[in-house]
């Protein structure tokens, strides 16, 4: 069963306009599913992690609605058939 990685609108245009793309999963870990991402949308990568491979401060990511940061950062489960968000912070009033 795949895992759904949601893409906000800012960053579909690095993932061919795709709301919402599909890579096969099992289970592990957030870093494991990320990596599959990246190998689908490689340009995605750059916009939501560092050079040292943590996500942005400016960027939430939700595995199962549940931040990840609340779950291990990129240690964080994920089951297979899980629905990851990607959300970058909004500002303004």
């Known amino acids: 069963m795949p895992v759904t990685f ?3 609108g800012p960053l579909r245009a690095l ?3 795709r709301a919402e ?4 999963f099992r289970s592990g870990l957030l870093s494991e599913a990320l ?3 990246w190998r689908e949308c490689p340009a995605v990568r750059d916009r939501v992690v560092t050079e040292l491979g943590e996500v942005r401060p400016h960027i939430n990511v939700f595995v199962d609605g549940e ?3 609340d779950l291990g950062g990129m240690a964080a489960p994920v089951r297979e058939g899980a629905e990851i968000f990607i959300l970058p912070a909004l500002s303004g009033g």
Do not use: Q, T
């Open 6 to 8: 949601m893409i906000p």
């Open 15 to 17: 993932a061919a306009e």
């Open 21 to 24: 793309v599909r890579v096969d």
């Open 35 to 37: 990596a599959v991402l």
């Open 67 to 69: 931040n990840a940061r």
